[in-house]
């Protein structure tokens, strides 16, 4: 089958269109003919050999999928072929056909199209999960986003306005600020002159009631800094770089919690909880309440070394979404 293939660790551009093996579902696994698939930061990690997990070169990246069900192996309950479903699959998106562990894969919601699915399944889904699951936002409290208009922090701004927080969203550009008022910010801080912590102190001198946190490196103390008494910090990634180290009497004397969040653990031991914020998402869509994602472009999968390429670039403002013609 072709696939976006990596041979060697190494840059995105040293990657190829070319043939992979045929998956074949093994015991719990469902074979997925992928029709889109989201391209993410991680992606552009695993090709270099610098992520929590390294697959065995020859293989394709690609961490998330969407598309039918082909073919069920042995002892699969959950899903029939024929089924629409987005999955989690660490790697192998990029590619025609995935195999992946039934417990990875969730039933897309009616009225969900391919690329909008493919948009918001790992970016909405851990945004959602980081608000609603984790960090338990409630209406007219205060949200600060930063790294705003990525695929997680856009999917952040756009869902903290859903569920009626006031949003302040912080990124690297006034370009990019704008992108996040457009989807719900109240108000934008760009960090660009690295003057963070000040500005986030006259924005909200009493603090942020929730700081949705995706950058790490030296944004994460300022992340904390801008914390409200009692309030939540969710680490969510390190796209800037180092993974921060915090000083915890910052956390004592404002009496917060730090919280971790960790989408594909969530999504593998709870789906139905997963499947269910899906469908609110889906449902808030429909009904105009949530800002549709931003999807910059879709590009066909023989341009997938451009797409991490301009992920790693920082040059993506939302989602970019790659079609396998699976
Ligand atoms: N915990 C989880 O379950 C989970 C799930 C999904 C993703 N993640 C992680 O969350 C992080 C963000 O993911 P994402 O999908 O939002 O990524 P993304 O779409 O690439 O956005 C990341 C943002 O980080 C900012 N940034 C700051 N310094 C950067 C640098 N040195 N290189 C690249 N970007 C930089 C950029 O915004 P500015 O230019 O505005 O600064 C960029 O828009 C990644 O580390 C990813 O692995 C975690």
């Known amino acids: 089958m072709r696939a976006l293939v990596c041979r060697a660790y190494g840059p995105a551009d040293t990657l190829e269109i070319g043939e992979l093996p045929e998956p074949v579902a093994g015991p719990g696994e469902v074979v997925i003919a992928v029709a889109a698939a989201g391209v993410n930061f991680p992606d552009t990690l695993i090709v270099e050999g610098?992520?929590?997990?390294?697959?065995?070169?020859?293989?394709?990246?690609?961490?998330?999928?969407?598309?039918?069900?082909?073919?069920?192996?042995?002892?699969?309950?959950r899903f029939r072929p024929g089924d629409r479903v987005g999955a989690v699959t660490l790697w192998g998106g990029f590619a025609e056909?995935?195999?992946?562990?039934?417990?990875?894969?969730?039933?897309?919601?009616?009225?969900?199209?391919?690329?909008?699915?493919?948009?918001?399944?790992?970016?909405?889904?851990?945004?959602?999960?980081?608000?609603?699951?984790?960090?338990?936002?409630?209406?007219?409290?205060?949200?600060?986003?930063?790294?705003?208009?990525?695929?997680?922090?856009?999917?952040?701004?756009?869902?903290?306005?859903?569920?009626?927080?006031?949003?302040?969203?912080?990124?690297?550009?006034?370009?990019?600020?704008?992108?996040?008022?457009?989807?719900?910010?109240?108000?934008?801080?760009?960090?660009?002159?690295?003057?963070?912590?000040?500005?986030?102190?006259?924005?909200?001198?009493?603090?942020?009631?929730?700081?949705?946190?995706?950058?790490?490196?030296?944004?994460?103390?300022?992340?904390?800094?801008?914390?409200?008494?009692e309030g939540r910090l969710l680490i969510v990634g390190f796209a800037a770089g180092q993974i921060p180290r915090l000083p915890a009497n910052l956390v004592l004397l404002k009496g917060c919690q730090v919280m971790g969040v960790f989408w594909g653990s969530f999504v593998e031991r709870d789906p139905a909880r997963h499947a269910a914020n899906l469908e609110t998402m889906a449902g808030w869509l429909a009904g105009g309440r949530l800002h549709p994602p931003r999807v910059e472009a879709v590009l066909p999968l023989d341009q997938g070394v451009e797409a991490l390429r301009r992920i790693a670039a920082r040059d993506v403002r939302g989602k970019l979404?790659?079609?396998?013609?699976g």
Request: net charge negative; with cysteine.
């Open 50 to 77: 610098r992520y929590q997990f390294k697959p065995a070169p020859p293989f394709a990246p690609g961490g998330e999928a969407v598309g039918r069900v082909l073919s069920i192996g042995p002892g699969v309950t």
């Open 97 to 229: 056909r995935v195999a992946v562990p039934e417990t990875r894969v969730v039933p897309l919601p009616e009225g969900l199209d391919d690329i909008t699915a493919a948009a918001m399944l790992q970016a909405h889904g851990t945004a959602i999960h980081a608000l609603q699951d984790r960090a338990v936002l409630r209406p007219g409290e205060r949200l600060l986003v930063l790294g705003a208009a990525g695929g997680t922090g856009l999917a952040a701004v756009a869902l903290g306005a859903a569920m009626g927080s006031r949003v302040t969203a912080a990124a690297g550009s006034e370009a990019k600020c704008a992108i996040a008022r457009e989807h719900g910010a109240a108000e934008t801080i760009c960090y660009a002159d690295g003057e963070l912590r000040a500005a986030l102190k006259s924005a909200a001198p009493q603090g942020f009631d929730v700081v949705f946190d995706p950058l790490g490196d030296s944004f994460t103390e300022a992340a904390l800094r801008a914390t409200a008494w």
């Open 321 to 325: 979404v790659l079609t396998t013609g």
